[in-house]
């Protein structure tokens, strides 16, 4: 008879900073595990501190909350599996990113993260110290070896278990969704297990943290990299792993392998527990938002249904002298299909006292863009005295594209808490928009069936603060500004690549002139869902003022 050695993966969503709320969750799957008879409960990285605690780990108050909550379940699992939790751990001054292992009440083994990531959104260099490479650690009839997250993305620590005996591998992680995310997880797991001939196990968490959300989709790889078990994207999972010895050594059984979704589901989805993690864990249970009849609010509108459900939707419809008979109509029809309550005030007599309490200073001075951001920012501030009055978080609803150029209006229409599109192009939220009519998911608490009206979608866009006003008036055609910006921001391209990528150079360089004079308002802009790897906060830090331009050829 073969040896067994269960795992019980805890795929979860801790909160930042909620140390008893997580230290529960964590006893919960070791509950279960206990009644599957497994070995060895296993939770994601930093688990009980929440992940991404940034500069919150290096109070000291909290690095003691956490060293005694670490006691106390140390006590409440002492009799059953051993459960391994991920918590910072200070030693000697020194602080670690660290899994602990417990059984019998007592902290049996301890390991501490070798490499630190000090890329994208990651700063650990700033408030961990490096832990030393360790060997593997003997539970029951195996050999483990743990590998924190970006141990397992390089290859020396790997390597250092192997030679020192290990029988599988084991990593603990909090690994942020990007699009096409999961496949360089996986591409790098599976040359861990190709160069070790070692099985290996992959723990993620699920979840949003601010701008970042992590989508789980943990795995487990058999030598040679083939997949043995994929637990469910975006959802809190938690699963039974057994690896069975043979002649061959160590192996994992074949078990649940989820389907993996396209990326346009991918993306709809990460905005959508995204959002809903922002709300609930800012203590937050509505949303108000501004709907203009065009497609970015419609979106919007639309994710906050799917994400909250109707009835705690507040749509406001802020029409103008310019608000379009059609932009009206619009409205009405996305929130009668989404069911959300909906309501319209006109700006027109709070423009107009403001334009009279001015004149005497500015008289006849003309400016048009001064004029139009007043219309924005009275939005913005009836939208704001409506979040205050009924305890909703206002959202707001600029796509990428806009805000890359500067083109939406501070303390306008950039007011807000959260901005659930900020990381799609305008080209993208078409295409979302489109896919959202098209497509409906059991975990969408909106309709199903087309919601935003196609009418909506062909449109050409506007923000209707002037007569007859389009975006391609100011702005280049979205499909050229879109690619453009994927040059010079996504893939940190220059002019010259852009040129080579068939671009204008007046054009292209117009529109870098547009994203470097503008860093003032992202700065001040509400976080929202990270979607790719040049995410507007973390991912891409330039200074505020700055006057290096490219010059091109």
């Known amino acids: 008879m073969s040896d067994r050695f269960r795992i019980t993966i805890a795929q979860l969503n801790p909160v930042v900073g909620d140390i008893p709320g997580n230290a529960a969750k964590a006893y919960a799957a070791w509950e279960k595990g206990r009644r599957a008879d497994t070995d060895l409960v296993v939770t994601s990285e930093l688990f009980l501190s929440g992940y991404n605690p940034q500069d919150l780990v290096t109070k000291p108050a909290f690095q003691q909350h956490i060293e005694h909550a670490i006691h106390q379940l140390s006590e409440k699992c002492a009799d059953g599996p051993m459960i391994a939790i991920g918590a910072p751990y200070v030693e000697d001054s020194k602080l670690f990113n660290a899994c602990y292992f417990l059984q019998g009440g007592q902290i049996r083994f301890r390991c501490l993260k070798h490499h630190l990531p000090n890329e994208t959104v990651f700063d650990e260099l700033r408030v961990f110290d490096s832990g030393p490479l360790n060997g593997p650690f003997r539970i029951g009839n195996i050999r483990a070896g743990i590998l924190i997250c970006e141990d397992a993305w390089k290859q020396d620590v790997a390597e250092t278990l192997v030679e020192t005996g290990a029988d599988f591998l084991l ?29 290996l196990i992959y723990v993620n968490m699920v979840g949003g943290q601010d701008d970042q959300i992590f989508d789980g989709a943990s795995f487990a790889l058999n030598p040679g990299g083939h997949l043995a078990v994929l637990l469910p994207e975006f959802e809190e999972q938690t699963v039974h792993i057994d690896l069975e010895r043979s002649e061959s050594g160590w192996r994992i059984v074949e078990g649940i392998k989820s389907k993996r979704s396209d990326s346009l589901e991918q993306d709809y989805r990460a905005m959508v527990v995204a959002l809903r993690d922002y709300l ?32 705690n939707v507040r749509c406001v419809m802020l029409s103008s002298e310019f608000t379009s008979e059609q932009s009206v109509d ?31 200073i500015i008289g006849d001075i003309k400016s048009d863009i001064a004029e ?70 059991e975990w969408m608490q909106g309709p199903s069936g087309v919601i935003i009206p196609d009418d909506v979608i062909q449109k050409p866009p506007t923000a209707e603060l002037r007569e007859n006003q389009k975006d391609c008036d100011t702005l280049p055609e979205y499909p050229v500004l879109d690619s453009i910006l994927n040059i010079l921001i996504d893939q940190d391209g220059s002019l010259s690549d852009c040129v080579h990528a068939g671009h204008d150079y007046e054009t292209a360089r117009e529109v870098e002139h547009l994203i470097y004079s503008n860093e003032h308002k992202r700065f001040q802009s509400a976080p929202g869902t990270r979607l790719t790897k040049r995410a507007f906060w973390l991912d891409r830090r330039y200074p505020i003022t700055n006057r290096w331009r490219d010059l091109g050829s």
Not at 184 to 197: A, C, F, K, P, Y
Not at 287 to 309: M, N, R
Not at 341 to 348: C, P, V, Y
């Open 171 to 199: 990593v603990p992680n909090g690994s942020p969704y990007y699009r096409g995310k999961f496949e360089t997880r996986l591409n790098h797991m599976v040359s861990r297990v190709i160069e070790t001939d070692l099985p």
């Open 280 to 311: 609930i864990k800012s203590d937050f249970k509505e949303v108000v938002l501004g709907l203009s009849g065009g497609i970015d609010s419609a979106l919007v509108a639309t994710l906050a249904v799917d994400a909250l459900g109707a009835e």
């Open 330 to 360: 619009h409205a009405e029809r996305l929130v009668h299909t989404l069911g959300c309550r909906f309501d319209d005030m006109s700006i027109e007599l709070c423009r107009a006292e403001v334009m009279k309490a001015l004149a005497p």
């Open 372 to 441: 139009e951001n007043i219309q924005s920012r009275l939005r913005g501030l009836l939208l704001m005295a409506l979040s205050n009055a009924f305890g909703a978080m206002l959202l707001t609803t600029g796509n990428k594209s806009e805000i890359a150029v500067g083109y939406a209006t501070l303390y306008g229409d950039m007011s807000g808490g959260y901005n659930p599109i900020k990381d799609l192009y305008k080209t993208r939220v078409f295409e979302i928009s489109q896919w959202r009519n098209s497509n409906y998911r």
